[in-house]
């Protein structure tokens, strides 16, 4: 085992030096003397990290984020081959020479999807395995395993078995194995894409205590940036492959804005529409700037969001159904018309009560659920992990029972759960989908192209959209639509300009008649697409209203601009801008 | 849902052993099962293992294993009855069938495939209770000494049937959540999905062994070449080998002695001599190793 003990804490935890790297399967091999790159998933990626830094590496999807970390961990190319070229060192060890095992005395890998990475039956032999790898003595690994546990709030789960584990709680199980050794480097996947809003934070100040008072480096790959930025000392932007921007968190902003608008955060869009500078990486600093902005002016003094105490008169942005909508029709998200309300609902969920496991470990999901889902209507489905959501969607497409009460969908149901590549068997999306219905089906999702592809071959986003496409396939037709179309979870790994097409596609089925719920811990998606939003507190519904109302009564369930200005009805950024503006910008 | 065949973690022998000690154990049956032709040592066999599992506290996977085997059984006795022409006893005359050319139902043929079809239960039976009752885990730490330098076999030893399992349920609910226009999925086709899906997995369970240092020298092999460490060993190991080994002795010597007195072909010879019945009272006796004293 390498002597991590002997090596001085200046050597940088991660340099990485001009790397370029294809994997196998790629179309064209990696070929520095002519230039041809077009295959490379990383290309001349230099980066350092030093000591205790806290790295934030952004990009759109397949922008190279996952093979960078992979190339960190020795996973490329020990693991999935292919050619690279550069050099790339973990706490002073040649990554390329030494394998994944090696440095897995440096470095903790959490991977995107947890599910993947979880080897053992219980979560306390899953922690352990690490430091028994290794060898180190009961002891040791008892006192280990149990704070580690306590760190990530999962003692409670140390005695179960990980296929009783819902997504977020796997999440922290995984995460949990790659700290119990304290390696000098973490390298993390997405490692908020399951978790619930409460939960996410949670995590990353967890991260950023880790990071404090461990001294441990960590690179963090993420999509929602909002979460984390405040807590990074620096962002890695990659583009293509390469290195596009690496710098200050605000700088980043401000390359953002300019360079790629779909990695601007909700408060830094808000400030930027209202002409604010500078942009802020979080709420804390947002509100500061605003403060110190009014305080300059002489005009109100302390806290944004105080409009009692203020005095000062919000009207919410139009785009608030409580603005300017008739009673019983909803607004379109992207500015059209009102959607139809139509009759009868497309379900509904009467005292339903469902309970889940198996002998003593059997127990309440559902609580006496009430919910009515109205044709044309945008649900999301909000609430911490193991709260109900997929049981509740499950429930109404027949996949589960419950024991009491009833969930009706009269039209029928399509349900598109967590793991799209479950829907996928076949070895061509032509032949998952054959026939004129099949074919329409694809090109409401916008894949009529790929009907030659292997569905293997296809990016996440657009196995997520085949999947869809086979659930509603032969439903897609007018009065054959589902009457509703539930999704669980559907933008885990999703960039920005994916979860766009998302709330085209939902709105499409929407104005087709369905009524759509999706059940999601996004906050700033859940704001972007839904106009009601029902949020699900440990299998009870306790809170049931407007996306507007909802998403900006609270802390954790609140989008970043409705924490920034704390304003009823107020959650998006152009909603924000034109409240600053209707107040009188500072 | 969970699958029955997924391993459950219940205080008792069988699990309690190391993994070894199960293998010996339960593969003894199989062994049995495999050396002998006669129905009388099979159903033994079958009983034995399907002791051994509610004994276990695995009636689930062994309910689930009987309801498969049997209907692979049955499977077997149909294709030998029409593809095997030999045998004396023709039951049934099917005349000229396409592909199969003249087809003569013979009541060897049919037992010749019950023989076979039994063999298959059994094996599925006993790795239902293999899979049902023996830590993966565990499994997964004893063959670090060999397979340390290759995650993937030890992944695939350990957690192919474990995965394969977690999914059924999945893809089964995603099968039943295609549109009407989707292809429908066939059996085959969910099996093989099933199949690829958990081979995918398992490489990706091997990524993670590989990143939790699994491929690092053990150190128990740097202490000394110690393969198996004492902390797997347990108080039912010796119980298990101990029956393994006289199953399996038993066996040999019956075989020697003229115990599996069964011939199918030209005509049904099942000769039951005391030396059969005997093996076969001590194959059924085996299947309660797994019982606690105190039950």
């Known amino acids: 085992m390498p002597d991590l003990a002997s090596?001085?804490?200046?050597?940088?935890?991660?340099?990485?030096?001009?790397?370029?790297?294809?994997?196998?399967?790629?179309?064209?091999?990696?070929?520095t003397d002519t230039g041809a790159k077009g295959a490379l998933a990383l290309r001349d990626v230099s980066l350092t990290l030093a000591p205790g830094e806290f790295a934030l590496l952004a990009g759109r999807s397949a922008s190279g984020k996952?093979?960078?970390?992979?190339?960190?961990?020795?996973?490329?190319?020990?693991?999935?081959?292919?050619?690279?070229?550069?050099?790339?060192?973990?706490?002073?060890?040649?990554?390329?020479?030494?394998?994944?095992?090696?440095?897995?005395?440096a470095v903790g890998y959490v991977?995107?999807?947890?599910?993947?990475?979880?080897?053992?039956?219980?979560?306390?032999?899953?922690?352990?395995?690490?430091?028994?790898?290794?060898?180190?003595?009961?002891?040791?690994?008892?006192?280990?395993?149990?704070?580690?546990?306590?760190?990530?709030?999962?003692?409670?789960?140390?005695?179960?078995?990980?296929?009783?584990?819902?997504?977020?709680?796997?999440?922290?199980?995984?995460?949990?194995?790659?700290?119990?050794?304290r390696p000098r480097l973490v390298l993390l996947d997405e490692p908020t894409s399951q978790l619930d809003p409460v939960a996410g934070d949670e995590l990353i100040w967890l991260l950023r205590r880790l990071n404090e008072e461990w001294g441990v480096s960590i690179l963090l790959a993420e999509h929602r940036l909002e979460r984390c930025l405040a807590a990074a000392d620096r962002v890695v932007a990659m583009t293509a492959g390469a290195v596009s921007f690496d710098g200050a968190p605000t700088d980043f902003l401000a390359w953002a804005q300019t360079s790629d608008a779909a990695l601007e955060t909700p408060a830094a869009r808000l400030f930027s529409l209202s002409g604010i500078d500078p942009l802020p990486t979080g709420v804390r600093q947002a509100r500061n700037i605003l403060s110190s902005a009014e305080t300059q002016l002489g005009?109100?003094?302390?806290?944004?969001?105080?409009?009692?105490?203020?005095?000062?008169?919000?009207?919410?942005?139009?785009?608030?159904?409580?603005?300017?909508?008739?009673?019983?029709?909803?607004?379109?998200?992207?500015?059209?018309?009102p959607l139809p309300r139509q009759d009868p609902p497309a379900a509904t969920t009467r005292a339903l009560w469902v309970e889940l496991g198996e002998g003593e470990s059997r127990r309440d999901v559902l609580r006496g659920i009430d919910l009515t889902v109205s044709r044309g209507e945008r649900i999301a489905l909000m609430g911490r992990n193991g709260a109900g959501k997929s049981t509740l969607l499950r429930t109404f497409a027949g996949l589960v029972k419950p024991v009491r009460g009833k969930a009706e969908a009269p039209a029928g149901v399509a349900l598109l759960s967590q793991n799209p590549s479950d829907y996928l068997v076949r070895e061509r999306v032509g032949d998952e989908l054959p026939g004129g219905a099949g074919?329409?089906?694809?090109?409401?999702?916008?894949?009529?192209?790929?009907?030659?592809?292997?569905?293997?071959?296809?990016?996440?986003?657009?196995?997520?959209?085949?999947?869809?496409?086979?659930?509603?396939?032969?439903?897609?037709?007018?009065?054959?639509?589902?009457?509703?179309?539930?999704?669980?979870?559907?933008?885990?790994?999703?960039?920005?300009?994916?979860?766009h097409e998302l709330e085209d596609l939902i709105e499409g089925l929407a104005r087709g008649g369905a009524g759509v719920v999706v059940a999601t811990h996004d906050v700033e998606f859940a704001a972007a697409f839904a106009e009601r939003v029902v949020l699900l507190g440990d299998g009870v519904a306790i809170a049931d209203g407007s996306a507007e109302e909802v998403l900006s009564g609270g802390w954790y369930f609140a989008t970043e601009v409705a924490r920034i200005l704390d304003l009823p009805g107020v959650i998006t950024s152009e909603q924000g801008a034109a409240a600053l503006a209707t107040r009188g910008r500072p | 849902m969970r699958s029955p065949f997924a391993y459950t973690p219940r205080p008792g022998p069988l699990q309690a052993a190391s993994p070894g000690a199960a293998v010996a154990y339960l593969g003894a049956l199989v062994a049995v099962a495999f050396l002998?032709?006669?129905?009388?040592?099979?159903?033994?066999?079958?009983?034995?293992?399907?002791?051994?599992?509610?004994?276990?506290?695995?009636?689930?996977?062994?309910?689930?294993?009987?309801?498969?085997?049997?209907?692979?059984?049955?499977?077997?006795?149909?294709?030998?009855?029409l593809v095997v022409g030999r045998g004396e006893t023709v039951l049934l005359r099917l005349g000229e069938l396409p592909l199969l050319g003249r087809v003569d139902v013979t009541a060897e043929a049919l037992a010749a495939g019950a023989v076979i079809g039994l063999r298959a239960a059994v094996a599925m039976v006993a790795f239902a209770v293999y899979s049902a009752c023996v830590d993966p885990d565990r499994v997964?730490?004893?063959?670090?000494?060999?397979?340390?330098?290759?995650?993937?076999?030890?992944?695939?030893?350990?957690?192919?049937?474990?995965?394969?399992?977690?999914?059924?349920a999945r893809l089964r609910d995603a099968a039943r959540l295609r549109g009407p226009a989707a292809a429908p999925l066939g059996r085959a086709a969910l099996a093989r999905r099933l199949l690829t899906g958990s081979l995918d997995r398992a490489v990706d369970v091997a990524a993670t062994l590989e990143l939790r240092g699994y491929s690092l020298t053990s150190p128990d092999a740097a202490r000394g070449g110690v393969l198996v460490s004492r902390r797997f060993k347990s108080r039912y190991d010796r119980r298990f080998y101990l029956v393994g080994v006289i199953v399996l002795v038993a066996a040999i010597v019956g075989k020697l002695v003229g115990a599996d007195g069964f011939h199918a072909y030209p005509t049904i010879e099942l000769g039951v001599e005391p030396a059969t019945i005997a093996l076969s009272v001590l194959v059924v006796l085996a299947g309660l190793a797994p019982r606690r004293r105190n039950a």
């Not at chain 1, 709680?169 to 700290?179: G, M």
């Not at chain 2, 030890?154 to 394969?164: D, G, M, Q």
């Open chain 1, 7 to 31: 090596r001085p804490r200046t050597v940088p935890a991660l340099e990485i030096e001009r790397l370029s790297y294809a994997y196998p399967t790629a179309s064209a091999p990696l070929t």
């Open chain 1, 66 to 105: 996952t093979t960078l970390l992979r190339a960190a961990c020795g996973l490329v190319p020990h693991f999935h081959g292919g050619e690279i070229e550069g050099r790339i060192e973990v706490a002073g060890m040649d990554a390329i020479a030494s394998g994944p095992g090696e440095l897995a005395a």
């Open chain 1, 111 to 181: 991977a995107q999807d947890p599910e993947t990475q979880i080897v053992s039956t219980t979560v306390a032999a899953e922690i352990a395995l690490p430091l028994e790898m290794r060898g180190d003595p009961p002891a040791v690994r008892a006192r280990a395993v149990e704070e580690v546990a306590l760190a990530l709030a999962v003692p409670h789960l140390l005695d179960r078995t990980v296929d009783t584990l819902s997504g977020g709680e796997l999440q922290r199980v995984a995460l949990a194995a790659a700290l119990v050794t």
């Open chain 1, 299 to 337: 005009r109100v003094s302390g806290q944004w969001g105080s409009p009692q105490r203020s005095g000062v008169r919000f009207s919410p942005h139009s785009r608030s159904r409580t603005a300017a909508t008739p009673a019983g029709e909803k607004p379109s998200k992207q500015g059209g018309p």
């Open chain 1, 439 to 499: 074919r329409a089906a694809l090109r409401t999702v916008g894949l009529e192209h790929a009907m030659e592809s292997d569905p293997r071959d296809l990016s996440g986003g657009e196995r997520q959209r085949l999947a869809l496409a086979i659930a509603l396939a032969g439903r897609m037709e007018g009065a054959e639509l589902p009457g509703l179309v539930a999704l669980d979870e559907p933008t885990r790994g999703m960039d920005r300009a994916r979860k």
């Open chain 2, 36 to 81: 002998y032709s006669s129905p009388l040592v099979l159903a033994a066999a079958g009983t034995s293992a399907v002791f051994a599992g509610c004994s276990a506290g695995a009636g689930g996977a062994v309910r689930v294993a009987l309801r498969m085997g049997l209907t692979l059984a049955l499977l077997i006795v149909v294709v030998n009855a």
């Open chain 2, 140 to 168: 997964l730490r004893a063959l670090r000494p060999f397979a340390g330098r290759s995650a993937l076999t030890a992944a695939l030893i350990s957690r192919l049937v474990p995965v394969a399992a977690a999914d059924a």
